[in-house]
């Protein structure tokens, strides 16, 4: 009886989570923790949840089900069908300021991915030296700058502007490109860290202004799209946002589907030391028809790169 108990109330519990960090998500802070927090968490107890009712036959039904839902929301049961597209795009936090010789490794990655359009974010916190050797790396693509954000783009270049970001020193960069005679909308976006870590310190003032000022970068990015109506939109980049929560589906309801769930295989991991998904690429009136993590050295962070149609 009592590991059917267990089971049952594993099962619940993953539900549980799920929902309330999809339904409730940033809007309380307890639920952002369950939407922020990584979600291997919740597979942690598979295994004992797994083996108690397995040996006293009794609940394994339902711990094969709290697993099973555990592994879905992790990502680790994604898979969707891929082929190759026209249109190549690469988003890449570069990570601060890189070690000595990273950059080489990072110009290798560039290069590599033969992509139309390449995002880096935090490109304003490695060296002047490492900058110039990326874009030696990208011979024949125009080289776009905000403050901390950098597009290169081997399409041809009709305009660029860009849109300062609340409570942080970052900027969103906007670049216009024609592709297959008609004009593509490119935001390069980093928004704002939740503070988790605040809590932690009892700081619940501070978790409070990180979250209200991403709210407000979300706005920003709204207003972005609606201005370029008519045209076809790609936002990428550091997004800072889990896959799930009220800020992704805002995000989602915006920008259109993301590039990981329609053509991505397993859980996408972007920040691989916390096993999180947080660089994403969402596009509205382009479909992606293959999403892959590069799995390279040079960044804590891991491109992202996709194929559209």
Known sequence: MFASRVAWTYLLL?????????????????TLLLAYAPPLLWLLPAPLVLLWPLGRRRGFAAA???TLLAAWGAGLLHWRPQSPGPLRLLTYNVARTLPEGAAAEVARTLQAADADLVLL???????PADLRTLQAALPGYAMIRAKEVTTFSRLPVLSSEWHDLPANNRDVLLTRVRWQG??????????????????LQGDLARLQR????????VRVLERIAAQEEGNALLLAGDLNTPPRGLVYRQLLGTFGPDAHDQAGRGPGWTFPSLKLRIDHALSRDLTAARAAVLNVPGSDHRPLLVEYR
Not at 210 to 217: D, E, K, N
């Open 210 to 217: 990180s979250r209200t000022a991403r709210m407000g970068q």
């Open 182 to 199: 008609r004009p593509l909308s490119v935001i390069n976006a980093h928004l704002g860290t939740v503070m988790l870590s605040s809590l």
């Open 121 to 127: 974010q935090e490109s304003n916190l490695i060296r």
């Open 64 to 66: 094969l089900a709290g």
């Open 14 to 30: 993953v539900a549980g989570v799920w929902a309330l960090s999809e339904i409730v998500g940033e809007s309380r802070w307890p």
